[in-house]
């Protein structure tokens, strides 16, 4: 099957192949006579496996952007965040091979595809009931995060990309040279920023290229004064959302760390509140958020102002990502519709 035939077919018949293809790739885990129910198909497909022994997360990996190298550096931290402190993430799933990442292929799918397997973790997720004795949770657990990462020395080899691209292309050509202590240039780079517009500009129109553009700006202004601080960068988590992290008996857990990479350590947390802005209580929540943080680990001078600043970097990455994802079924009927909300909240902050 061609790739262009691929992304031709509906939903179901993509998942129906998929699912054959996480099949092949659970017998290499040692994993048989399991049930799987769909959690998300999106960039990754994530897959809730039942068994006799326990429940766990398949995770089918998007092409494309991330290598065999890439995702095991991904599962090498996830094991040492396991091994080395009591935090809750999940706990990645050796094969029969010794590997963290298996490459699993059907003759219904047009390339193999890696994936992995992680044990499950138990939780809610809170959403419209978010509390700020809950973001300051969420706040220690950043600091935690980010002190293991400091403090840890990631194996020969280790691979992430930063965060802080803006296009796919970005984020892969960030891979080779994003070693923590080095950052010097602009972010995102002129390179990816091009890609960016050029997208913009061909699928939506010359103002809205030029409105990201100005955006652009404003978003490198804060890039370079952060970088400048000490302390400021280094390996993230990259996605903590509010649908990543979740609670059980009191604690916070985070999940999803595909995303993971080096970064300012200021874009977890306006990760965690660029989607809270329009709530009632996001004051609260903010400050909930930042003290727990700042208790353990100091905060930027002018964090406030590089915050907004991040805000409109997450949402111009999240307007490339609709329009770089317009082929999927799942974005196809929506894309534009995303995007225009996109551009509207950058056009309003800016």
Known sequence: MTASAWESLSLRAQLRRLRRLGRTALASFGVQDAGLTLLRHEANTTFRVETVAGRFVLRINRLNVHTHATIESEMAWLAALRRETDLGVPEPVRSREGSFVVVAEDAGVPVPHACVLMRW???????????????????????????????????????????????????????????????????????????CLRLVEALISADAAALVADALDLVRETTRRLAQTPGSFGLIHGDLHYENFLFHDGAVRAIDFDDCGWGFHLYDLAVTLWELEERPRYCELRDALLDAYAERRDLPHDHTTHLQALFALRRMQMLTWALESRRHPAFRDRWQAWARDELEAIAAAT
Do not use: N, Y
């Not at 973001?135 to 293991?148: F, I, T």
């Not at 020395?153 to 930063?162: E, L």
């Not at 802080?164 to 050509?173: F, L, P, Q, W």
């Open 121 to 195: 973790l138990d939780g809610r997720f809170s959403d419209q009931r978010l509390t700020p004795a809950q973001l300051r949770r969420v706040g220690v657990l950043g600091a935690h995060l980010h002190d293991h990462a400091e403090s840890w020395a990631p194996p020969p080899g280790f691979q992430r990309p930063r965060v802080d691209t803006v296009s796919d292309a970005g984020k892969i050509a960030s891979i080779s040279g994003s070693a923590a202590a080095s950052f010097p240039g602009d972010h995102p780079t002129r390179d990816d920023a091009e890609r």
